[in-house]
Structure formats: structure tokens, C-alpha cells
């Protein structure tokens, strides 16, 4: 199969799912703050949740075209599962980039298999925007490791079955931010989740914070050697992520788009029987809305095809990526809510949830002015941080 064919068969099994699943629910996950369980399964019975898994372990080997494809088809409906789903797989390719063969076998097998859920709880209360800069510690004891601190956002959490955790380096392996990611499993004795998340959006996502508590995990938990994980941030943290949060801010654009379009299209004046979109201005609006969303599109998927082929210059345009995406997202959701009037407006309708949710983008670490700062850096060849 050609690379455009299995993008086109992937972008098919995600947009069944995105219609009969995801969407009937996104509403009322939003509402109740609920986890969405049932896209997880079903998305794990297509045998999607093993996208980045590599084919000798079973998994469909894809790289960030992949990850941009679903979980922008994902975020059409719901940005939040979209999210989760990203996260996953984001924590998925760390667990990959480097893992032992224990690893292989105790979590990318049961990922490719649909029957793990992994995800990155890497943001800290006292770091913040700086997520490469843990401060949760990590201690030998023993055969293994006590990890001591806390997380403050963790998309999946309480609902994954294992997580990606960055802690301060055990070893003097290096000076600012040289530190470990090790994997702790969901239900390990001084895991305490705190309370249910509900965010301004992407509530249906539970980005729950989480204390550490004496946390003891076996020394073969560890990822890579110590302290050598700054090459996960850059090399694997960096280019999943952002790739995973550009695509999913994509479709958050598109749905605002569509939301938009639709409600020119169809709604008319009772006093003139004029189509509300034949106003030139707001078909000017409307046609500069998808010119922004379909610039972005094609900015996001040519760097998720750059980095995938190996181009030394897709950094730049990687690092780029969820800043555009997050401008492009916010500024049509917030057009889209002007076109569509009071009607959108009131009662928290689908296009709030939207706009809820795109806001989002801005404040997810990297943010969207520290990576235009690092695209800058990157395009001056200064070193990022
Ligand atoms: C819905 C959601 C889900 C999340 N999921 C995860 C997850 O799964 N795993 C995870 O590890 N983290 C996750 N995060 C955390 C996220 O990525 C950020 O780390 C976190 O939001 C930072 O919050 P803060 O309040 O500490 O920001 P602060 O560090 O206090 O920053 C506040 C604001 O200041 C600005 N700012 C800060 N530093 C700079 C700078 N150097 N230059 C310019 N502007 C700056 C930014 O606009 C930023 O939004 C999630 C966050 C959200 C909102």
C-alpha cells in the first residue's frame, strides 16, 4: 500500500468512528466532564490505538502523517478525544523510541493489541509552561526507584493504565534539565489522583493532576539511561506532540468552519427570505476562514511528512506547527461564534464547545508563544532553551 493509501484507509477508520461513536457522545462528555471510554474501545477494537507501535511488535508502525491524520479526524468531533487518543500515542512513541525487550513486551505488545492505555504526565505545578524541567524526584532504592512529587496535568489520568513520568535525574548525570522518564503503572501504592478534572474545555479529557507519593517502580521502568532523557523531549516529545496537538487543533478548526458554513447556508431572514451567507461581507469572512484552516492543514501535514522522511529541516517547521494550528483554531472558532449569532451563542452550543476547546491550545506547554520564540530560535540556529 502507498503512503496516501494507508493515510486514506486510516483517515476512513478514524471518521467512523468520529461519526458513530464520538460524536453522539461529545456533547454529553463535555457536559458531565466524562472520559471518553467508549471511542477509546472502539478505537482500540479498530486497532488504532496501536498506530505507533512498532510493526514487530505488532502495532502499524505509523509515524507523525499517521497520528496528524486521526487525530485531526478524531477532533471533527470531539476535541477532547482527540486528546486522549493523541496522548496515548504520544506516550506510546516514548515508550517505543528506546524500550528494552521487557518493554516491548509488558506495554507495546498490550498497546498494538488494544488492550493498554499509556499517556505523558510530564507538568508540574512549580515548572508550569517549562515542561521539560521536572522537578518530581527520583531516588535509587533498593532494586528500583521512590519517586517523590507531582504532576499537574495528565490527559487519561486515572483511566490509563500506565503513565510517562519525568522526574529529576537520580544520577548527577548532568546539569538543568537532565532528567528520567520512568513508567508507572496505574493503581502503584502512592499514586494519589486528585480531584475530577473539569476545565473551561476539553473537559472530556480528565487532565487530572496527580501526587507522587513515595511512588517505588522496578529499575527496568526506566526509559533509556539515566538521565539522557533530554534527547526524549527533543527527539521524540517535542515532534509526537505538537504534531499530535497541531492535527487535533486542525480539526477543531475545520468543525468551526463547518459550524459556520452550515449556519450561513441555511439560515434566512423572515422579514427579506435572505439567505443570512448571501451578505457579501460574512461570505468574505467565511471564504478567509477556510483559506486560515486550509493554509494550516496543509503547513501541519507537509512537516508530519518531512519529519517522517528524515528532513534535517523539519524541525523548524515541526516546532511551527501547534502554534499555527492554535492560532488558526481560536481564531475561527471565535469567527465562527460571530457569524453564527446569539443563536450559537446561547445555551452553550456545539460552537462553545469549540471555542472552549481551542482555547486550550494557547496554554498547553509548549505554548504558542514560546514555540514561535523556538521557531525563530530554530530558523537563527540558536539553541532552542
Ligand atoms: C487540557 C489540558 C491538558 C493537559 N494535558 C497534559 C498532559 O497530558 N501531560 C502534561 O504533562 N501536561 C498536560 N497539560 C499541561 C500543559 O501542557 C502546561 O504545562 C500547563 O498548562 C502549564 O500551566 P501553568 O498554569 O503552570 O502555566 P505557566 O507556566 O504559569 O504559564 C502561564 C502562561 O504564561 C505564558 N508563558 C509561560 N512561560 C512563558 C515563556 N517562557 N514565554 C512566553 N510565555 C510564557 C503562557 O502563555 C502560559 O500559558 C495539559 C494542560 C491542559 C490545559
Redesign the pocket.
Known amino acids: 500500500m502507498s503512503q496516501t493509501e494507508r493515510l486514506d484507509a486510516l483517515v476512513d477508520a478514524a471518521r467512523a468512528i468520529a461519526g458513530e461513536v464520538v460524536a453522539p457522545l461529545a456533547e454529553g462528555e463535555d457536559a458531565e466532564a466524562r472520559w471518553p471510554a467508549e471511542a477509546m474501545r472502539a478505537l482500540a477494537d479498530a486497532g488504532l490505538m496501536g498506530l505507533n507501535v512498532p510493526e514487530a511488535q505488532g502495532g502499524r508502525g505509523e509515524g507523525l502523517s499517521g497520528l496528524v491524520a486521526v487525530a485531526e479526524t478524531l477532533a471533527a468531533e470531539s476535541a477532547s478525544t482527540a ?1 486522549c487518543f493523541a ?1 496515548h500515542c504520544v506516550g506510546t512513541a516514548v515508550i517505543a523510541a528506546k524500550a528494552t525487550d521487557w518493554q516491548k513486551q509488558a506495554y507495546l505488545e498490550p498497546i498494538a493489541r488494544g488492550e493498554h492505555v499509556t ?5 508540574e ?1 512549580g ?5 521539560y524541567l521536572p522537578e518530581t524526584a527520583i531516588e535509587a532504592d533498593g532494586d528500583g526507584f521512590r519517586l517523590e512529587g507531582t ?6 489520568g486515572g483511566h490509563a493504565d500506565s503513565y510517562v513520568v519525568s522526574t529529576r535525574a537520580a544520577a548527577d548525570a548532568g546539569g538543568d534539565g537532565a532528567f528520567s522518564c520512568v513508567l508507572v503503572d496505574e493503581g502503584t501504592p502512592g499514586l494519589e489522583w486528585s480531584a475530577p478534572w473539569a ?1 473551561l ?2 473537559r472530556g ?1 480528565s ?1 487530572s493532576a496527580v501526587r507522587l507519593d513515595g511512588v517505588r517502580v522496578p529499575r527496568r521502568s526506566l526509559l533509556g539511561a539515566e538521565g539522557d532523557q533530554l534527547w526524549y523531549v527533543f527527539e521524540v516529545v517535542a515532534p509526537y506532540f505538537l504534531m499530535a496537538m497541531a492535527g487535533t487543533y486542525v480539526g477543531v478548526a475545520q468543525a468551526a468552519l463547518d459550524v459556520a458554513r452550515e449556519h450561513l447556508g441555511t439560515r434566512r431572514f423572515s422579514h427579506s427570505g435572505q439567505l443570512l451567507g448571501s451578505e457579501p461581507v460574512l461570505a468574505h469572512r467565511l471564504g478567509e476562514m477556510y483559506m486560515d484552516v486550509e493554509r494550516t492543514r496543509r503547513m501541519v501535514h507537509s512537516a508530519a511528512a518531512r519529519a517522517d522522511a528524515g528532513d534535517p529541516g523539519a524541525l523548524v517547521a515541526v516546532l511551527g506547527c501547534k502554534a499555527a494550528a492554535g492560532d488558526t483554531a481560536v481564531g475561527v472558532a471565535n469567527e465562527a461564534m460571530t457569524l453564527c449569532g446569539g443563536m450559537a451563542y446561547r445555551d452553550n452550543s456545539r460552537l462553545a464547545r469549540i471555542l472552549r476547546d481551542a482555547r ?1 491550545a ?4 509548549p ?4 514555540l514561535k ?1 523556538w521557531t525563530g530560535r530554530a530558523l537563527l540556529n540558536l539553541p532552542l532553551v
Open positions: 486528546m496522548m499517556t505523558l504526565a510530564l507538568s505545578p515548572t508550569g509552561a517549562h515542561f504532576k499537574s496535568f495528565v490527559t487519561n476545565g474545555g476539553m479529557n487532565s486550550a494557547h496554554v498547553m506547554a505554548t504558542t508563544d514560546i520564540t
